[in-house]
């Protein structure tokens, strides 16, 4: 936990540094510079804590979507999760530059967020229980409920440019971070898709029903995602 958190104050200083190089000289190659800086901060990023992980993994875990449909989730929650900071960023600017200590949380935001997921983890148990069909958006609706938490280093990144008067500069590389936050996301979810179509083949060559096993994955499934989001509460 101590090298997660070294971790996170690293990134934010380097953040913080690129930032305050460009405000000094607004030099296009440093603006260029980081747009790879974004991209690799972003995915090591994505790997601490938060960020959606587990809600995904979950959800992609009992859904029964295949590759493509489950990177695409993945990427609506990185797009959800980057562009809530920069709107919060741009739409409370001169409160938020008073403290960019504490830049990075959205309480009220997050409380919705957090309520969303455990309703829609409610309705996956009992889907399950039922043995109904999927909904149609029901991913996007997950993806979205996820991402709604503000990505906190890009709203850091967003207010210190803001402040400084290069919201350009906080936006190319909210944009970098969205890239960057994808590809760990994407990974994740080709993680679980191939983790679970191989408990489901194992299960499936010692005599159960196919069809069982994922509505058990979807009960299982929707039993955490109620638990991440009741736990928010606690």
């Known amino acids: 936990m101590e090298f997660l958190v070294g971790l996170q104050q690293w990134i934010r200083a380097a953040v913080g540094d690129q930032l305050a190089g460009f405000g000094a000289s607004h030099d296009v190659?440093?603006?260029?510079?980081m747009v790879p800086l974004g991209i690799a901060?972003?995915?090591i990023h994505a790997?601490?804590?938060?960020?959606?992980?587990t809600i995904l993994a979950s959800y992609v875990a009992g859904s029964g979507h295949g590759l493509a449909r489950s990177i695409g989730v993945a990427t609506?929650?990185?797009a959800t999760h980057?562009?809530?900071a920069v709107v919060l960023a741009l739409a409370g600017a001169p409160l938020l530059a008073r403290t960019l200590a504490g830049a990075g949380r959205a309480d009220a935001i997050e409380a919705a967020s957090r309520g969303?997921?455990?309703?829609?983890?409610l309705w996956l148990l009992l889907r399950a229980i039922r043995g109904s069909r999927?909904?149609?958006g029901e991913g996007p609706a997950v993806a979205v409920?996820?991402?709604?938490?503000?990505c906190p280093l890009t709203l850091f990144a967003m207010v210190y440019a803001i402040s400084r008067g290069i919201p350009e500069a906080g936006l190319v590389f909210a944009a970098a971070m969205l890239v960057g936050i994808g590809i760990t996301l994407a990974a994740v979810a080709t993680l679980t898709v191939l983790a679970r179509d191989r408990v489901v083949a194992f299960l499936a060559r010692h005599g159960a029903s196919v069809t069982l096993a994922a509505r058990w994955l979807d009960g299982i499934a929707g039993f955490l995602l109620i638990l991440l989001g009741v736990a928010a509460f606690l």
């Open 76 to 78: 609506l929650l990185a």
């Open 145 to 150: 409920a996820a991402g709604l938490v503000p």
């Open 134 to 136: 999927h909904l149609h």
């Open 116 to 121: 969303l997921i455990a309703v829609i983890g």
């Open 41 to 43: 901060f972003g995915a």
């Open 82 to 84: 980057v562009v809530s």
């Open 47 to 53: 790997l601490t804590p938060g960020h959606g992980k």
């Open 29 to 33: 190659a440093l603006l260029t510079a």
